[in-house]
């Protein structure tokens, strides 16, 4: 009998390596001269794994199925239901999130008009330590695809791990996972608010303003909890805080959003003019000097960013604290001694409106120009959130048409 038929599954001979059977049995395979029975037996044998292998390949598929199982539950239950006749009667045009540092918020517009402040979350610690993570300047990409063509093909093998952890259901990096604990979490708030999904309504996030944020980094936060971001014009899915805000105190927005023609037209001709947007929470301040026309269109600089996340309102009775918040207010004036008054100062932040931030603020301000720019504050822990939800309102019009005019 030919030796071929000597093989046995465990026999060592050949377990020890592929390679050799196919060398053993491709002289029985292409010879024309053995049966077609014994050549697509030989064949059979020779695709078939070694001994190792055939335990490795289960166990590394058990190991996969184990993670998209885990991964599965970890997420949590559904998010609860209000009971019937507790939620609003209004109809929701669009949703509305601020990711800060430290927390999110999350407000609803609606058909009419009216936009509602709904809640507040706390960052977990995995939403922190992201957070921290992508504020470092090491931590942005190695090849970022949109500096060079070559950095395109450059940055693949990075694309293509966040494709398979997506694949398998977990979320496209480390980082993504953390962020999408808190968009969990006000996804559960607003649809207990309605009573209902809220998938089907265009979603709108303020991002902090952080080195290694990217645009992909939001958007698959949001789709790994079941969310579709709607995209912004000349935005996409990074609306920074200065926007949102902007947009939250009413400003940059057209008059007839519905008219995609006509509110195109009126931002084309709002002026430039420089805004300071000053971050205030208990664990952080962060001061933020771009310029920008409409909601709609936003520079950074380059330059006027500080942070300092231990110079929060929770550190107010260090020794030397007020100083140190005076003079990150004054730093971009004397780093650049050019940098005219800002037009308008817009507050954000949860401590935003204590009063003696607001003293030292214009005093500050006042220190710099010999006069204070207007100073807006009202509402500051949900403004950038209620100008989300009101871009989202508007998105279903200004993203489609725009593009088209």
């Known amino acids: 009998m030919s030796q071929l038929f000597k093989y046995r599954p ?14 053993f049995t491709e002289t029985h395979i292409f010879n024309p001269q053995t049966p077609p029975q014994k050549r697509l037996l030989a064949f059979i044998i020779a695709m078939q794994p070694p ?48 990711l800060t540092a430290f927390y999110g918020t999350v407000s609803i517009s609606f058909d009419d008009g009216s936009v509602v402040d709904v809640a507040r979350v706390e960052a977990t610690l995995e939403y922190r330590r992201a957070v921290e993570y992508l504020s470092l300047e090491s931590s942005q990409h190695l090849y970022p695809p949109y500096a060079k063509i070559d950095y395109y093909w450059y940055d693949k093998p990075r694309v293509l791990i966040r494709s398979l952890r997506k694949s398998v259901g977990l979320p496209a990096s480390k980082e993504v996972g953390g962020l999408s604990m808190v968009v969990k979490d ?21 991002t902090p303003t952080l080195k290694a944020l990217y645009g992909e980094d939001i958007g698959d936060a949001f789709e790994y909890v079941d969310l579709q971001l709607a995209s912004i014009y000349m935005s996409g899915n990074l609306v920074h805080e200065t926007s949102g805000a902007y ?27 420089y805004v300071t947007s000053i971050l205030y929470t208990g664990q952080a301040l962060k001061v933020l000097t771009n310029r920008i026309s ?14 300092d996340w231990s110079l929060g309102f929770d550190a107010r009775d260090e020794d030397g604290y007020w100083e140190r918040v005076s003079d990150m207010i004054k730093k971009g004036k004397q780093d650049l001694p050019g940098l005219g008054m800002p037009r308008r100062v817009l507050l954000l932040g949860d401590s935003a409106g204590d009063e003696a931030f607001r003293s030292v603020l214009e005093k500050s301000l006042f220190e710099l120009w010999q006069e204070v720019p207007e100073i807006l504050g009202e509402g500051s822990e949900f403004v950038a959130a209620r100008g989300a939800a009101e871009l989202a309102r508007r998105s279903i019009y200004t993203i489609r048409e725009f593009s088209e005019l």
């Open 10 to 23: 465990g026999d060592g001979t050949f377990v020890s390596s592929f390679f050799l059977r196919v060398v």
């Open 51 to 98: 001994t190792r292998l055939r335990v490795v390949i289960p166990l590394i598929a058990s190991i996969f199925s184990i993670i998209i199982v885990w991964n599965v539950f970890s997420r949590g239950p559904d998010c609860p239901k209000l009971p019937p006749g507790s939620v609003p009667s209004k109809t929701p045009a669009g949703i509305g999130m601020d």
């Open 186 to 206: 006000l996804k559960c708030k607003a649809e207990a608010f309605i009573g209902a999904s809220i998938s089907s309504l265009p979603v709108v996030a303020v």
């Open 247 to 273: 947009a939250g105190y009413g400003f940059g927005l057209c008059t007839d959003f519905t008219n995609p023609s006509a509110c195109k037209a009126e931002i084309g001709q709002m002026k430039d003019e």
């Open 294 to 307: 409409s909601a709609y269109y936003y520079w950074s600089l380059g330059f006027g960013f500080y942070y």
